[in-house]
């Protein structure tokens, strides 16, 4: 296993000269939540029932929005061709792919959660609920939105088609999530809304890395 | 430079370490091609292509723009398929040894593989660690390459015969028998080329073998010089 830290650190101090990279999605998801209680009017019953929903459509498409540029700069520069030649690094640069992009992407949304549930008016169960499916789903968001952006990564517009490719395979997560939080604003129990994300993430997280191995692959020759 | 020169030797012993002996010795085949045709967009690049490359031996693949160069490189570093003919690598099939092969080799294409926004350092850093070379004085390695207090500015700021030699000094530590190398001397001054050159010369007597596309003539003596001339074909 080639140093995964060292793959790490270079991608984090990517992400720190590159902050429109990591911010707008963030920033995106922020201005989707203050404008929905705008346009909808400021009624806290229709708010805490349209919750679920505005939360998890906003996190899928600010995600999504982070992907596109995600291999971009490698492979023009042919950063993603030489480790193809070099084969064994690969997988680490992937696996770091991986890691820093939950972590400019998806954790900011978990840590945003408290806010999210002051402006849409969400109570300590489903607030807790929105925090347990974030954490459980967000990682999976990162690890489809990476495939995406690795199989589009040599096409020039690539944005449609990613939202093409990716978007499908978000539906699950998004029903199930929003089901778990509807559940737990009824105090009904949600434990097997979480259990099957979690069945979903382990899932992507064990094919997933290999998919994205073999597109990079395709993508260079 | 002239401070550069002072400690030259030094630096040289430190960024490269001691030399070990590679796999295939010289003169014995380390790669070879049999019956290699490329096709791309409908146009045959190349047909019935055969070449060695033995220990010790430099390849030069010369041939008008677009006559297929690069896409012969990128068949010999095993990352696209060649529509016929087979490869070998120590005479073995290149697919029951790719890993090996991948481990021996030195690929560095058109693009320079460095990323603008990181510095000239942290891009050696990053390809150390990918190519698990070992540690060695990167500051050292630069100051040689004419880089010495550029180490720490983004890659986009350099131009672009810095940029190149950022990317070549991966050609410092690596531990791969065989280089293969797209157009190494683009965007280099003569100081440079000299330089590169001198460096292959090192390395091909250590015995390790070098496969290159370039336009320039090879201005040193190489005792084992091949030239291999593509010929353009509609």
């Not at chain 1, 060292?6 to 707008?24: C, G, H, P, S, T």
């Not at chain 1, 559940?183 to 434990?191: I, V």
């Not at chain 2, 960024?15 to 380390?30: D, E, K, R, T, Y």
């Not at chain 2, 530590?173 to 157009?183: A, C, N, R, T």
Request: aromatic share 8%.
């Amino acid at each position: 296993m080639v140093k995964l830290g060292v793959f790490i650190q270079r991608e984090l101090r990517l992400l720190a000269r590159q902050k429109a990279d990591w911010l707008n999605p963030v920033l995106f998801f922020i201005i989707v939540l203050c404008l929905f209680p705008l346009g909808v009017g400021p009624e806290p019953n229709l708010l805490r029932l349209m919750a679920p929903g505005i939360v998890w459509i906003a996190a899928l498409l600010s995600v999504l929005l982070a992907a596109e540029r995600l291999f971009k700069d490698d492979y023009r520069n042919g950063v993603i061709e030489q480790l193809v030649a070099a084969r064994q690094p690969l997988l680490s640069f992937v696996l770091a792919k991986l890691v820093t992009n939950w972590l400019s992407t998806g954790l900011p949304l978990v840590l945003l959660s408290p806010l999210v549930a002051l402006l849409l008016n969400l109570e300590t169960p489903a607030f807790v609920a929105l925090l347990l499916t974030l954490l459980l789903g967000t990682p999976l968001l990162s690890l489809l939105s990476v495939l995406g952006a690795a199989l589009t990564v040599s096409a020039d517009k690539g944005g449609i088609l990613l939202a093409l490719l990716i978007l499908p395979l978000y539906i699950p997560l998004l029903i199930f999530a929003s089901a778990a939080m509807e559940a737990a604003t009824m105090a009904l129990p949600y434990h097997g809304q979480l259990a099957i994300m979690l069945a979903m993430l382990l899932f992507a997280l064990a094919l997933v890395p290999l998919a994205v191995l073999s597109a990079l692959k395709l993508n260079v020759s | 430079m002239v401070i550069c020169a002072q400690f030259l030797p030094s630096s040289i012993a430190r960024a490269v370490n001691i030399p070990q002996p590679f796999s295939v010795s010289s003169g014995q085949i380390l790669l070879e091609a049999k019956g290699l045709s490329c096709i791309r967009q409908d146009r045959v690049l190349f047909e019935q292509l055969s070449l060695t490359v033995h220990g010790g031996e430099l390849l030069q693949i010369a041939g008008k723009n677009g006559a297929g160069k690069s896409s012969l490189l990128r068949l010999l570093a095993g990352l696209a398929h060649p529509d016929e003919g087979d490869i070998y690598y120590r005479q073995q099939p290149l697919a029951q040894q790719a890993a090996d092969y991948a481990a021996d080799l030195c690929y560095i294409g058109h693009q320079s593989g460095i990323h603008e926004q990181l510095t000239a350092l942290e891009n050696l850093r990053f390809w150390r660690a990918a190519v698990q070379a070992p540690a060695g004085d990167d500051y050292a390695l630069l100051g040689r390459l004419g880089l010495a207090g550029l180490e720490d500015i983004p890659c986009r700021m350099l131009s672009a015969g810095q940029q190149r030699r950022v990317s070549l000094a991966r050609l410092w530590f690596s531990q791969g028998q065989l280089w293969i190398l797209d157009e190494p001397f683009t965007a280099l001054d003569q100081t440079a080329i000299a330089l590169l050159q001198q460096h292959f010369l090192q390395h091909l007597q250590r015995g390790g073998s070098i496969v290159l596309t370039t336009h320039q003539s090879l201005s040193l003596q190489y005792a084992q010089l091949c030239k291999l001339e593509l010929a353009y074909r509609w």
